[in-house]
Each structure stands twice: as C-alpha cells, then as structure tokens.
C-alpha cells in the first residue's frame, strides 16, 4: 500500500502550516489536532481499503495463438462494490501490446469487459502471470496494487493463420496465393482420373478407341497426379537456423513455410511426415489426412534451434532407419562451403531410396549488401569478403547439382513459395 498524490499534498500543506505556528501565531494545539485528525482520515482510509474484496477477472484468449499475428485478448472483470482501478495484464512481457494499461470505473455488481490487442513474438508454451489491479480507497489517500486472476498457459504455434484461409481455395488456388507458378498439363498425371469428350489439346495417347466407338464420338482419358505418396520435412534445428531477421529467427520462416508445404500435400492426399535434426531432435512418423496439420503443429511448435553444430550424416542415418518407403524429404537449412562434405555424404545416403531436395536459406543482408555504393577502403574490403562468401555458397550448391540434388537458393520470404513450387514440380513430372 502506497500513499496517493492526495494524501501527500496533505501532509505536505500540514507540514508547511507548522511555519504559521513559528510566525503567524497559530496555537500549536490547533496544528496538533489537524495533524492528529489526518492521521486518523489516512488510517481509517486505508483500512477500508484493505478490507475491500479484490474485483474478480477472468481472461478469454485461445489455447493457441500463431506466432506474430495480432489478437485479441478480453478481460471481464466483476466488483461488489463501486470503484475505479487501473489494470494491466501480466502477459509475457518481450510481446507487444496495443491498449494497456486501462483505467475502469466498476458499478457495483456489474460485469465490465474490455480488450486489447497482443501479438506473440516467440514460440512455445507461454504463461500469463495474472492481472495486476492498482486500487484506489475511498478517499483516494491510499492505492493498493494487487494480483487477480489465475494464471493462464497459452501455446504458441508457428504462423498458422494463412492455412485457414487455404482453406477456402482448392489446392491450385492455395498454391497461387503462396506465389508458387505452376506449369499447367491438363489431363497429364499417372492416376486415372475420369473419362470425357475429346478437347483440342489433348494428345491422342488419351484417346480411349473403345469408349469412342461405343458413344461414337472422341472421348479421352483423364489423369491426375498421383495420390498417397510420401513427403518429410527434414529441418536443420543447429546453428545455422539462429540467424535473425527482423522479429523472426531463420528457423521460424522455416517452420512457417513446411505448415505450408505440409498443408498443400495433405490436401493433394500425400502422406506427411517431419524430422528435425541438429539441435532439438522430433520424428513425426508421415500420415495422410488434414487432421495430421495439427499432429505437425504440436510437434514443431516448441522446437527451438541450439547453438550447435548439425551433424548432416547421423541424421541422414537416423532418417533412413525411420522412413523405409521411397519419399520426397526437402531439407532446409543453410548451405556453407565448410559443411558441403558432410552434407554431400548424407545427401547421398538419401539418394539410395528417396528423392531429396535441399533448400539453402539465404540472409537478406546478403542482397542487400549487395546494392550497397563502394566508397572508401573498409566498404572495399566488405564487398569483397562478400563476394567470396557468395562465390564458395554458389560452388557448395553446383557441387550438390552436379549430385543430382536440387537445390533451392532463396531468402527466407521466398521458401514458402519455392517449397511448393518445387513439390508440385516433382509431383506434375511424376519423379516419385
């Protein structure tokens, strides 16, 4: 319990009033008795504020928030009796918040809600402290600080927001919003899908000679890509993943974009899987259906990168031991030419059963130095650090090609769009 600003202008003008006793000629005892009179006032003040109940709140957030986008979070807070209190919510404090603190004025018993907008800014499991209520006494001499509430975990998920709105697309049209630029072979594929009235185009392998003579006009065959194939997420979980750009770690773009891959090949009826290797370690076995999005968010959301070293071949032992059936596995990481051998000798370990692809992350700062103006001798010595660095990046990647590797070079805002550019790739030309 504090003194209020009231309360210390009154001791303050007391105080001062003492000089009339010294000057002016006021009778001590009067200047006694007022200060006898607002101790009392000050006592009697703050024990009406002790006794008084402490409002009940209660908070409505989701169990689970994604990670970076705002939202709205209400309070709903219930008193007995009048009173007027400032309230901020004890939320994890690194995450911005728009419309704290509040200050309410609560009728007597009478709900008030409010709300105010949070966005999370790390992942993993999060714990709201309470809700801190400074209350005011009667009189306003005295303010009290206490905490309401029970404390609250939420999780925090990787971005999951622009999977709802996949979710009202087909999976072409999904793919168009990530940015992916599909090559459209209208009724090429190796599953049969239905038959139809010959269109111009189509070739005359499609045409179905018996079906054509029975109904006496053109009719071809009709395929789809094939369904029921498998896909695993291999991410780098060491080092190399730390990198920061803007509020967002490499490995957080990375998480981001194999929602989005996993989503898509969910939604084409492949099975799924991940594997994260490095650091942190987690197995998600492959399994088709749309509810296998959430098996993949509880297993990734918590998955953070360690200042480690990745060990490329032990995890591209592990993997093969874990996953026998030939599969599509798209490893993202970052590519450094003191790590190409190791990564080679496990990308050849893959190869023996399964189709791989490495998508190399590329830090913005790199273009961006690029395009920087050279004009003195430290600017000169930068740029040309960097053009070595990019020239042993580039041979890193040539030397996985020359392996029959593909290898995707893109910044961290690109992945999504390239991971889905390159699945529907292997998927139209039926590499599987």
């Not at 009728?107 to 714990?127: H, M, Q």
């Amino acid at each position: 319990m504090r003194p209020a600003p009231v309360l210390i202008g009154l001791l303050v003008l007391w105080s001062l009033s003492g000089l009339g006793v010294l000057f002016a000629g006021v009778p001590f005892l009067v200047w006694q008795l007022t200060g006898i009179g607002l101790a009392l006032l000050a006592i009697g003040d703050a024990l009406l504020l002790r006794r008084r109940e402490t409002p009940q709140v209660s908070r409505e957030i989701p169990e689970a928030l994604p990670l970076g986008i705002e939202r709205d979070v209400t309070l709903r807070v219930e008193s007995m009796s009048g009173q007027r209190v400032d309230l901020f919510d004890l939320h994890p404090g690194a995450w911005p918040a728009q419309g704290l603190p509040q200050r309410l004025q609560l009728a007597p018993a009478t709900a008030s809600t409010f709300s105010y907008r949070l966005r999370p800014t790390a992942r993993g499991d999060a714990t709201f402290a309470g809700v801190q209520l400074r209350m005011a006494s009667p009189l306003r001499l005295w303010r009290q600080s206490r905490i309401a509430g029970e404390p609250q975990r939420v999780r925090v998920y990787p971005n999951f927001a622009p999977l709802t709105k996949f979710a009202l697309f087909s999976a072409e049209q999904a793919s168009r919003l990530v940015g992916a630029h599909l090559k459209r072979r209208r009724g090429e594929g190796t599953d049969f899908n239905q038959m139809r009235e010959y269109r111009v185009g189509d070739s005359l392998r499609q045409i179905d000679w018996k079906a054509t003579s029975r109904s006496r006009k053109l009719i071809s065959r009709e395929y789809q890509d094939e369904k029921n194939q498998q896909l695993v997420m291999m991410v780098d979980t060491g080092r190399r993943m730390m990198a920061q750009e803007g509020e967002l770690a490499h490995f957080d773009h990375v998480l981001n974009a194999t929602l989005v891959v996993s989503y898509l090949a969910l939604r084409q009826g492949d099975a799924v899987g991940l594997f994260a290797s490095g650091g942190e370690a987690r197995w998600v076995a492959p399994k088709r259906g749309m509810v296998s999005i959430d098996t993949l968010l509880r297993a990734s959301y918590s998955l953070q990168p360690q200042p480690v070293a990745t060990d490329y071949l032990a995890a591209a032992t592990e993997l093969s031991v874990r996953q026998r059936k030939r599969s599509l596995i798209m490893l993202v990481t970052n590519v450094r030419d003191e790590d190409i051998e190791d990564l080679l000798a496990a990308v050849r370990l893959l190869q023996k059963r399964h189709l791989v692809c490495v998508a190399s992350l590329r830090e913005r700062a790199l273009d961006e130095a690029m395009n920087e103006e050279v004009g003195d001798l430290p600017g000169a010595i930068r740029a040309g650090a960097l053009a070595r660095y990019l020239e042993q990046r580039t041979a890193a990647h040539d030397k996985l090609r020359s392996h029959r590797v593909m290898v995707l070079d893109v910044a961290s805002e690109e992945l999504p769009a390239a991971l889905v550019e390159r699945y529907l790739a292997v998927k139209r030309d039926g590499l599987l």
